[in-house]
């Protein structure tokens, strides 16, 4: 069986209705059979995999990541409590359920994983098995810790099954360090190896720049907390981020990966194996009638039909592709749009923007056009869309955690201006986008900013917006005055610093860990 399809026993693992951390573990499995051969190590790790398909994590990543931000924002006001925390309403958040079950998710991940390098070093399978069920344990606890860091700051450190009550860490190096030494671990172990849905060593190359380049640039830029860190050397941990990048893009010996030269590949559906992937969740419509198995992601992106499907054009081929109805949730801003036509009018990316949806009749396609109507009124992304779903919400779209471009970018920011030019414009290239000039930067601070901007094109939607806001320390400069059609402008002038940073560990964590009070 597919190491990333998800048995119905992995999915019972994870019914826990509770919050609570002190559960020991999460699983009902016996740690005197499990362990005993691949096959059940193998069933925790594909729990700990299984935590973040579910709509808590996988969907919630959309919320946090892009509809609190300048490039897009919720336009489903009445789905309540969604914006309290797309509209920051921060005096609420402790109680929301989604910032609870985003918490509680990454660290039913961090569980699973804590319960496989514990008990798999002494087990009795072949070295080879054990190293990579290993491997990928500490780099999906690297990574659950690297989600928690960046959105909620200090964190309890879990890390072991028998903490009831894990200590909240005293400062961000502690959280840091073990961000750091886990992607270690997981590059030491683990072998390049090309799966969808699954981590190898150069996810966790990859992750070692990324954590890199977010402490250099959040400590350069004094955000807050950040600013404090003692282990944390600028200089040094842009060049840190550069030779982990260097290891994924400019690496003859790693020939498994690459930049995809047609654009249209990374976003179908059904190439989920592709150069570009280098980390995503794997969803498949032909799977378990349960809900994480098979992925809605589109349809918190296309416009609502009155529950009826239609159809969306190709850019590639002028195709009519079926569709499933919409919610008509996340918009991209006017201003996202404008920007990436103003850099360059023949981007490829901007044909991921529809402004018409098509209804068939016989062989005959009639546009409908987005005007305002109901939620029908804005210009739609295609990023996200499933043609072979047969208008149906079971779809097989991946949520993508990390591709190949975003770290030629990571590489050509670490870089900075004489070296990382090339690499900046070889992004752009392969979608007809804007090619920077070296006279356009007085300093590698502003070409580190050009960069953050051709972030939000090449990765918009792709939930790395407010983890890039936060870590330049630009939330409140980005986020302040954002428009949204049909209701007053974004006023986030009464949201304090501390907050914009941050998101509150939830309320019912603090009541339950008297370590957290």
């Not at 995503?280 to 032909?286: G, K």
């Not at 079971?394 to 949520?399: D, E, G, I, Y």
Request: charged share 25%; net charge negative; glycine share 4%.
């Amino acid at each position: 069986m597919k190491r990333n399809i998800i048995s119905i026993f992995i999915l019972f693992t994870l019914l826990i209705s509770s919050c609570d951390l002190k559960e020991n573990p999460y699983g009902i499995y016996s740690k005197e059979n499990m362990f005993s051969n691949e096959s059940g190590a193998q069933s925790v790790l594909l729990s700990a995999y299984r935590s973040m398909c579910d709509i808590d994590y996988s969907v919630m990543l959309i919320y946090f990541g892009d509809m609190t931000t300048d490039i897009a924002y919720n336009n489903r006001m009445d789905d309540v409590p969604y914006p309290e925390i797309t509209e920051w309403k921060t005096s609420v958040l402790k109680d929301n359920i989604w910032i609870m079950n985003f918490y509680k998710t990454l660290y039913r991940t961090i569980n699973s994983a804590c319960d496989i390098i514990e008990n798999v070093p002494t087990a009795s399978f072949s070295q080879s098995e054990k190293d990579r069920i290993l491997g990928e344990a500490y780099f999906l606890r690297g990574y659950a810790y690297y989600q928690l860091a960046w959105m909620y700051g200090r964190v309890p450190m879990k890390l072991s099954t028998t903490e009831s009550f894990p200590k909240l860490a005293k400062d961000l190096d502690e959280v840091y360090t073990q961000i750091l030494a886990d992607f270690t671990e997981a590059e030491e172990l683990l072998t390049i190896n090309r799966m969808p849905g699954c981590a190898d060593k150069v996810a966790a190359w990859s992750m070692l720049a990324k954590t890199y380049l977010f402490l250099a640039s959040a400590k350069e830029h004094n955000a807050l907390q950040y600013k404090d860190m003692t282990t944390v050397n600028v200089a040094q941990y842009y060049t840190e981020a550069a030779k982990w990048a260097k290891k994924v893009v400019d690496n003859p010996e790693q020939t498994v990966y690459s930049l995809d030269p047609d654009i249209y590949n990374v976003y179908n559906c059904d190439k989920q194996n592709g150069p570009e992937h280098i980390f995503l969740l794997s969803h498949y419509r032909e799977g378990s009638s349960t809900e994480g198995d098979y992925s809605k992601l589109p349809r918190y992106f296309l416009p609502g039909n009155g529950g009826a499907a239609y159809y969306v054009k190709s850019p590639v081929d002028g195709s009519y592709g079926l569709t499933c109805d919409g919610w008509s949730v996340c918009v991209a801003t006017d201003k996202l749009r404008a920007d990436m036509e103003s850099a360059s009018a023949v981007d490829k990316r901007l044909t991921f923007f529809h402004n018409a949806y098509y209804k068939k009749s016989g062989t005959t396609y009639t546009a409908e056009s987005m005007v305002p109507q109901n939620l029908t009124h804005y210009i739609f992304t295609s990023k996200y869309l499933d043609v072979n779903a047969n208008g149906t919400e079971r779809t097989s779209v991946p949520s993508y955690l990390i591709r190949y471009s975003e770290i030629m970018l990571v590489y050509a920011e670490a870089l900075g201006k004489n070296q990382g030019l090339q690499w900046l414009n070889r992004v752009t290239a392969r979608v007809n986008g804007k090619q920077y000039q070296a006279s356009e930067f007085a300093s590698d601070a502003d070409f580190r900013l050009a960069i953050l901007q051709e972030r939000a094109f090449e990765l918009c939607f792709e939930h790395k917006r407010l983890e890039d806001l936060r870590r330049f320390n630009l939330v409140r400069a980005k986020v302040q005055g954002k428009k949204c059609f049909g209701r007053a402008d974004t006023d986030i002038s009464g949201v304090s610093d501390a907050s914009l940073a941050f998101f509150p560990i939830p309320q019912r964590e603090i009541d339950l860990n008297p370590n957290l009070k």
